[in-house]
Every structure is written in C-alpha cells, then in structure tokens.
C-alpha cells in the first residue's frame, strides 16, 4: 500500500466507505489506493456534492435558469416596490374611521404576509409575494364603519371585520383543497389571460404615475414641475431605471429605487432616523378578533344577516378574482405557465388564503398575491427562494421602520401620502406586461374587445376584479352570439352568470 495511505484514509469522507458503484461493489478505502497512487477520491467528493446540491436545491434555481443572487435581488426588489403597503395598511386601519392600533396592525400585517410569502415559496415555489390588498384594505373599512354603526353589543365593527376576513379566508382555503379555485385559473381563455396581464400592468402604471405626482404637476395644482420634488424624485429613478435596462443591466429597478432615494435625501425629503424601532400592539388586535367572533354570531343572529352574507360573498370574489389575476399575470411574465396553464395552481391559492386566516386572527385585512411581484421577476427572480427574501424583509420592517420610512420618503400628493421613490418601478414594469397584448388574437372580435375591455376597466377602476369582471361576461356574450359557445370553457359562462347577478341586484354590489 502506498506509503503514508492511513492518514491519507482519515481524511476519506466516510460517504466513500459505505457507497456501491460499479456492479454492486463495496468499496473501501484502501482500494483507492494501489500502485502507489491516490485514486480520484476528488472524482468521488465532487460527485457527492452534485448529487447534494440536486437534493437540495428544492427552489430549481438552475433548472429555472436563474440564480441565488437574482433570486435575494428579486426578492428584495419587490419588498421595495411594495413596502408603500406598510404604511397605506397602517394609515388606513387605525384611522379614526376603523379605530385599531397601529403598531398592531404593522405587525399583523408583516407576519401574515411573511408567513404567506413562506408558503407560497413552499408550496407553490414561484416568486410571488403576498400582503393585503388594496382594494380588500377599502372593503374592510367600509365593512368595519357600516357594522360600527350597527350599535353590536359585543364587538366593534373593525373587529367583526377581523372576524368574517378569517372566515373568508378558511372558506378559500377549503376551496383551494377540493381544487376549484385552481379550475377558475386554468379554464380562463388565453385571451382574457393576456387582457388581465396587461390591464395589471396599465394598473401598477397608473400607480406609478400617481405615487410620481405626475398629474398634479401637469395640473399646475402643486407648483408644477419647477416646485415639486415628488416629480424630480421619480423622474430620475425612472431615467437611471431606463438607461440601466437599455444596457440589460440586472438589478436595474433595484437601483433606480435607490438613486431617487438618494435624490430625496438630497431635497430633504428623506431623512435617517435610526434603523431598529421595537414594534408592540399585537395583543390588542388579536384580542380584537376574538371578540368578533362573538360579533359575527350576534349579527347573523340578528336581521343584519343577509347583509353579513354580502359582505362575506364580496370578500370572497375580491380575493379570488384578485388573486387569479396576479398569479396570471406575474406567471405569465416569469414563464412559468405551462401550456396556457400554472402548475401547482391550488398550491400557490391555499398559500394566500392561508395568509388571510393568519392575518385575519392576528388584525389586518384580506391577504392576497401583490403584482409588484413582477419588478422582482424583472429583477431575474424564477423561484419561491425570492418570495422567502420578501417574506424575511417583511419581517424586518417591523424592527427596521426608520429604514423604510427613509426609502419611502416624506412627499404629499393632492390625496394623502405618495411615493415617488418606487414610482419609476411600477411604471416601468408596467410598460413590460402591457406586452401581453401580443398574444391577443387581433382578427376576432369576440377575443380581442373582452381582452380590451379587462385590462381598459381594471386600469380605470383599480379592480382586478372588476376588470375580470367585463372580461368574464362579455366574453361569454361574444361567444354565445357568434355561435361559438363550445369555445367558452364553463367556468366562464357560470361565472359570467354571477357576474351579471352581483352588478344587477343591489344587495350583492
């Protein structure tokens, strides 16, 4: 045996002693050494390591062609582009309308939607982040005055709306199980696909150019151009963001969100504030639900019931439809819709319902996939490993406020706060899905005025679900009257049906 072969064989990984290769041989240490030679125990250990890393790699990172740095880059990215969300969420819910506590709801809301992001990379393995909605965030507030109003004995309106947000959710959850939420997403038709995505896109647009302050400055209502920094702030992010894309620069949002941050730390409009701030409140607002639990019995107990079912039955058609329309829109722009369908669909539904029961039990709103998830899947994001980075800077946001606060600004538009600093980011991105309509069959009446009238309507309405909406039923319409009803999966005409009863009579609008 080769001279010095037993220290040698102490450092031989013991995977090598216990493996068979090559027709079953047990292999040993001292066969890989004979005639005075060290046989490839490197070959061995790096083949081991191969195998572990395919083992391992349970996000498909190179499957999917990306990386673990675009993934971290994506995940952070679409944190930054929907962190306004932490501050419209806590504005609007402990206002004197709805009367929670705000630290409270910031942290219900960071740790239902990380538990939510957790999930959806777990379950569904797509890089899409969740957090409560904006539109479910009005609803709630119209839910939480009207039964406030209601003189309940036994909880405040916000709490009764805490209550019927989880029983929403749970409902979801079950459905998502027996599979018809997954069928709702993969029976829409390819055009109404590519409406929804666009629509998305012109809607995160119009954000955009809203949080920039744009018509404002074009309206003369604020000084115009020359006095306001909200404008010049947003109009160098979108002009680093541009140049950085035309020279396929990776991170190029990312960074253009960081130069007007930097731009607005220049006009003083942002400032450092310290990084680590303990949150607190969470008690109340879990004690909150519990109470409405006892309000939700006491109401359906009462004459009120049929109005608690519609704000149940609203509840749920927000949160499908705007979730449906998200995973469309950003699998869609991932690539990862397979033959005009999304794998594992029911999956990435029961991570959002999920997410709604948590936040629901623990005080915020409805929870539901957030479309600036696609400025993270532009930023290269494939994987749910992203979603786990958004879920973690969620986290953080409850211990790092002043960091947040100083990225997002201190700017006022004409209808409250703005956001100019990842204003640039949401028209961007905006830009990048209105390519959906490439896809649209042009030549075809009944394909292209439904794909039109989705994303016209979901833009100016700011409802995913509204825009889904017109979609659903005048696609129906197109087909039945051009004879071609066998092109209209069923779900539509059933949904087209609901549609049409929840506009006509009143107590389901």
């Not at 609203?314 to 950003?330: A, E, P, R």
Request: hydrophobic content about 55%.
């Amino acid at each position: 045996m080769y001279e010095g072969a037993d220290e040698l064989n102490s450092h031989v990984p013991p995977f090598i002693v216990s493996n068979r290769i090559r027709g079953g041989k047990q292999i040993t240490r001292e066969k890989y050494y004979t005639h005075g030679r060290l046989r490839c125990i490197n070959c061995a250990w790096d083949s081991h390591i191969e195998r572990s890393r395919k083992d391992f790699d349970m996000f498909l990172i190179r499957q999917r062609s990306s990386t673990v740095g675009r993934e971290i880059l994506g995940g952070v990215t679409t944190f930054l582009a929907m962190s306004y969300i932490v501050f419209v969420q806590v504005g609007l819910l402990s206002s004197e309308k709805v009367g929670m506590d705000g630290g409270g709801v910031l942290m219900a809301m960071c740790i239902a939607s990380a538990a939510a992001c957790f999930l959806m990379a777990l379950l569904a393995n797509y890089p899409i982040a969740l957090a409560p909605g904006m539109g479910e965030n009005f609803f709630f507030v119209a839910i939480a005055g009207t039964i406030g109003g209601w003189g309940l004995a036994s909880a405040a309106g916000w709490e009764v709306a805490l209550a019927l947000t989880a029983i929403g959710g749970a409902i979801f959850l079950a459905l998502s199980f027996v599979g018809l939420r997954s069928s709702i997403l993969n029976s829409i038709p390819d055009a109404l696909k590519s409406g929804i995505a666009a629509g998305i896109g012109l809607l995160i647009a119009r954000i955009g150019i809203e949080n920039a302050n744009l018509p404002a400055a074009y309206g003369d209502k604020f000084g115009g151009f020359l006095n306001n920094p909200a404008v010049w702030v947003a109009l160098v992010g979108l002009a680093v963001t541009l140049a950085l894309l035309a020279f396929k620069v990776r991170g190029a949002i990312l960074v253009g969100i960081l130069a007007a941050t930097a731009m607005a730390v220049m006009l003083g409009k942002a400032s450092f504030h310290g990084v680590l701030a303990m949150p607190g409140g969470l008690d109340k607002t879990v004690a909150g639900f519990g109470r409405g639990l006892s309000g939700v019995v006491e109401a359906f107990s009462s004459t009120r019931a049929m109005e608690m079912v519609a704000f149940l039955a609203v509840l749920l058609m927000m949160d499908l439809f705007d979730t449906v329309g998200t995973l469309v829109g950003v699998a869609g722009r991932a690539g990862l819709m397979k033959n005009g369908r999304l794998p594992r669909a029911e999956r990435a539904l029961a991570a959002d319902a999920a997410g709604t029961v948590i936040g629901g039990c623990l005080g915020s709103s409805t929870v539901t996939s957030y479309v600036e998830s696609v400025t993270g899947v532009e930023s290269g994001a494939r994987t749910g490993l992203a979603a786990i980075v958004t879920g973690l800077c969620l986290l953080g946001a409850m211990f790092c406020k002043p960091i947040v606060d100083m990225v997002m600004g201190e700017f006022a538009g004409a209808n409250g706060a703005i956001f100019p600093t990842v204003a640039a980011a949401l028209i961007v991105v905006g830009a990048m899905m209105l390519r959906a309509v490439r896809e649209i069959d042009w030549n075809d009446a009944t394909e292209f005025i439904p794909a039109f009238l989705t994303l016209l309507v979901m833009a100016m309405t700011y409802s995913i679900a509204d825009g889904i909406a017109i979609g659903f039923v005048s696609y129906a319409f197109g087909k039945l009257v051009t004879g071609k009803f066998r092109k209209c999966p069923l779900m539509v005409y059933v949904f087209a049906v609901l549609f049409v009863l929840r506009y006509l009579i009143p107590s389901a609008s």
